[in-house]
Antibody
Framework: EVQLVESGGGLVQPGGSLRLSCAAS????????MHWVRQAPGRGLEHVAA????????YYRTSVKGRFTISRDNSNNMLYLQMGSLRAEDKAVYYC??????????WGQGAQVTVSS | ETVLTQSPGTLSLSPGERATLSCRAS???????LAWFQQKPGQPPRLLIY???SRATGVPDRFSGSGSGTDFTLTINRLEPEDFAVYYC?????????FGQGTKVEIK
């Protein structure tokens, strides 16, 4: 059974940093591109970042470029999102998701990130 | 970036009725790269349709997707109580993934 479990969410002050983790199991992790997708309270879905199976290519939405870094550890089946210079508008539930032909076939339950002083 | 506009914003229907949801793209989308998701409160999205018309594993056949170019449709035949939720379309193109703003299907 495919499982994705996020951790590392919490409350952080504006300008602060946070690292999200996603533990993957039930599939061959190093065969899949992985993504982070977020959802602000009462809002729709927004793609944040992607990383190819061996980490050789990464993609970011414009608003997080230079502030967020996606990475992975294939030996431990882990996906990460290092978030810096956090802003109020980064407040959201962050989901890790597995890629399936340009879409996302499995999602974690999400990690809440709150940016507030 | 391709913008996806979904309509209507809210659809009020009764169980057993048919739901027709629209997703219009600001530029042409490859049918291979158009998907639909269902989301219920407090849950992550669930993939329903990929490649515009292929059902994901375990998705009932009352869900169907169609369309091409800039106009895509999700149809739910004979609404069941568990189908009342928010639905999102999503596309991929030029290393960019975008979602529509969602259509809420509510019980009338």
């Amino acid at each position: 059974e495919v499982q994705l479990v996020e951790s590392g969410g919490g409350l952080v002050q504006p300008g602060g940093s946070l690292r999200l983790s996603c533990a993957a199991s039930g599939f061959t992790f190093n065969s899949y591109t992985m993504h982070w997708v977020r959802q602000a309270p009462g809002r729709g879905l927004e793609h944040v970042a992607a990383i190819t199976s061996f980490g050789d290519n990464t993609y970011y939405r414009t608003s997080v470029k230079g502030r967020f870094t996606i990475s992975r550890d294939n030996s431990n089946n882990m996906l990460y999102l290092q978030m810096g210079s956090l802003r109020a508008e980064d407040k959201a539930v962050y989901y890790c998701a597995r890629a399936r032909v340009a879409t996302f076939d499995f999602w974690g339950q999400g990690a809440q990130v709150t940016v507030s002083s | 970036e391709t913008v996806l506009t979904q309509s209507p914003g809210t659809l009020s229907l009764s169980p057993g009725e048919r739901a027709t949801l629209s997703c219009r793209a600001s530029q042409s989308v490859s049918t291979s790269y158009l998907a639909w998701f269902q989301q219920k409160p407090g849950q992550p999205p669930r993939l329903l349709i990929y490649g515009a018309s292929s059902r994901a594993t375990g998705v009932p056949d009352r869900f169907s997707g169609s369309g091409s170019g800039t106009d895509f449709t999700l149809t739910i035949n004979r609404l069941e109580p568990e189908d009342f939720a928010v639905y999102y379309c999503q596309q991929y193109g030029a290393s960019s993934w975008t979602f529509g703003q969602g259509t809420k299907v509510e019980i009338k």
